[in-house]
């Protein structure tokens, strides 16, 4: 059993950052792979980035490459999402995700999730 908890979400002026944060409960967390995604207002949820249990492999989507960074301190069982240049589309509560073996984007392929961080971005 692996739980999860997201911090660090706020409001923000775009333009801005925040580094996102997710805590994993567990002895396990250094061998899952973890990933966040997204949610906006009338939104399905959507693939954000997502790093491999060694932090060798990262993926992230075309909508946020080159302004996000997802990282993990395996020694803190956290996993981090650095946000820079915050645009009004980046609004929606971000969740993190954990599973066994490798990262996929697909939602329902993960069984761990954080209860989610609102994130807002101000025009």
């Known amino acids: 059993q692996v739980q999860l908890v997201e911090s660090g979400g706020g409001l923000v002026q775009a333009g801005g950052s925040l580094r996102l944060s997710c805590t994993a409960s567990g002895r396990t967390f250094s061998s899952y792979a973890m990933t966040w995604f997204r949610q906006g207002p009338g939104k399905e949820r959507e693939f954000v980035a997502a790093i491999n249990w060694s932090a060798y492999s990262t993926n992230y989507a075309d909508s946020v490459k080159g302004r996000f960074t997802i990282s993990r301190d395996n020694a803190k069982n956290t996993v981090y999402l650095q946000m820079n240049s915050l645009k009004p589309e980046d609004t929606a509560v971000y969740y993190c995700?954990?599973?066994?073996?490798?990262?996929?984007?697909?939602?329902?392929?993960?069984?761990?999730w954080g209860q989610g961080t609102q994130v807002t971005v101000s025009s």
């Open positions: 995700a954990a599973r066994p073996g490798s990262t996929v984007v697909t939602p329902s392929a993960y069984r761990y």
